[in-house]
């Protein structure tokens, strides 16, 4: 028996990946960054784009991992919309919460069909 999976899921979890990247770069270097002129903050998308290629092909391990890296994400939107003086830096914070927890419900909702017949499977 196969296991279907919803491609909806999946292409939610690519746009929210790809919009947290952009997102990253685009609030440290120019919309909102600590420093004037941007600054080195913008790394903090560098573990987004390990995961990029795998989640474009639904590999369900990248999925899985990219879940519970998005929580680091949601993590730093909340403390930022929380404790930062600019609008415009709480406002991207927002944004950041919104995406992070858009990719961790999407990546989590793919994944599980597939372990629950992998646990049936097991267990036959």
């Given amino acids: ?10 292409r939610l979890a690519c ?3 790809i919009a947290l990247i952009v997102l990253s770069v685009g609030w440290e270097l120019w919309w909102a960054p600590l420093r004037p002129g941007g600054t080195l903050m913008a790394l903090k998308a560098l573990p987004l784009l390990f ?8 590999r369900l391990y990248t999925l899985q991992w990219v879940a519970m890296l998005s929580l680091l994400y949601l993590m730093e939107g909340a403390v930022r919309a929380w404790s930062d003086a600019s609008a415009a830096s709480a406002a991207l914070a927002g944004l950041e ?3 992070s927890l858009g990719l ?8 599980r069909p597939a372990k629950r017949a992998a646990r049936r499977k097991t267990a036959e």
């Fill in 97 to 99: 919460i919104v995406l």
């Fill in 104 to 111: 961790y419900a999407s990546a989590i909702l793919y994944v």
């Fill in 15 to 17: 746009f929210c990946l």
């Fill in 1 to 10: 028996m196969e296991t279907k999976l919803n491609s909806g899921l999946h």
């Fill in 51 to 58: 995961a990029v290629g795998g989640v474009l092909k639904a």
